[in-house]
């Protein structure tokens, strides 16, 4: 059980488009997402906190119209790379929690995004 | 002061011995904490959590909390070279938005 995925994997883009990933629950319906971010050799650091059908928190220094998350049902969040730069180019995670497990939180495999 | 503080490591255990791991916060409201694994290039799993003093075990992994001390530890039993990853501890904040505050994690090496 507690089963996340994500998608894609992997993806390379050139500067200046757009990316978006998906972060599906696939066994359990998660009332709350997270959005991480972490470059090599660094912790997770938390991007937004996202809880279905309410717009999405933003932690401190993160631009939400960059990083636009979209959480419109209990299964699926996306989140949506505005206009990448190659700085923006990192392990992006998606983690989910439900209401009856406190505060433990699934994490997806993770997107490595690479942008040119 | 960061709020949860792990030492980065490396830890390096010969096999079949036991690896301890140490994680203190700074936020005594906390009630859960949480040790997740990752491996290098993956994403964290989830190893186990622990809300009450005291320890918990799961097959080779315990996990002890003393919240007096601020204080959470993840013991591992007959370690394995698979075991080598880099282990986090997250501590959950007490905002009831349900966010985990992490450590910058313990690298672990288990030789053969």
């Known amino acids: 059980g507690a089963v996340v995925s994500q998608h894609p994997s992997r993806v390379i883009c050139k500067s200046g488009t757009s990316v978006k990933i998906e972060c599906r629950s696939l066994d359990f319906q998660a009332t709350t997402m997270f959005w991480y971010r972490q470059f090599p050799k660094q912790s997770l650091m938390l991007m937004a906190t996202s809880n279905e059908g309410s717009k999405a928190t933003y932690e401190q220094g993160v631009e939400k119209d960059k990083f636009l998350i979209n959480h419109a049902s209990l299964t699926l969040s996306t989140l949506t790379v505005t206009s990448a730069h190659p700085e923006d180019s990192s392990f992006y995670i998606c983690?989910?929690?439900?209401?009856?497990?406190?505060?433990?939180?699934?994490f997806g495999p993770g997107t490595r995004l690479t942008v040119l | 002061q960061k709020e949860v503080e792990q030492n980065s490591g490396p830890l390096s255990v010969p096999e079949g011995a036991i690896a301890s791991l140490n994680c203190t916060y700074s936020?005594?409201?906390?009630?859960?904490f949480f040790w997740y694994r990752q491996y290098s290039g993956k994403s964290p799993e989830l190893i186990m959590f622990?809300?009450?003093?005291g320890d918990k075990e799961d097959g080779r992994f315990t996990a002890q909390l003393n919240k007096a001390s601020q204080y959470v530890s993840l013991l591992i039993r007959d370690s394995q070279p698979s075991d080598s990853a880099t282990y986090l501890c997250a501590v959950g904040m007490n905002t009831g938005f349900q966010k985990l505050v992490f450590g910058t994690g313990t690298r672990l090496l288990v030789s053969p």
């Open positions: 983690s989910a929690s439900s209401s009856g497990s406190t505060d433990t939180q699934y």
């Open positions: 936020d005594r409201g906390s009630q859960s």
């Open positions: 622990i809300y009450s003093n």
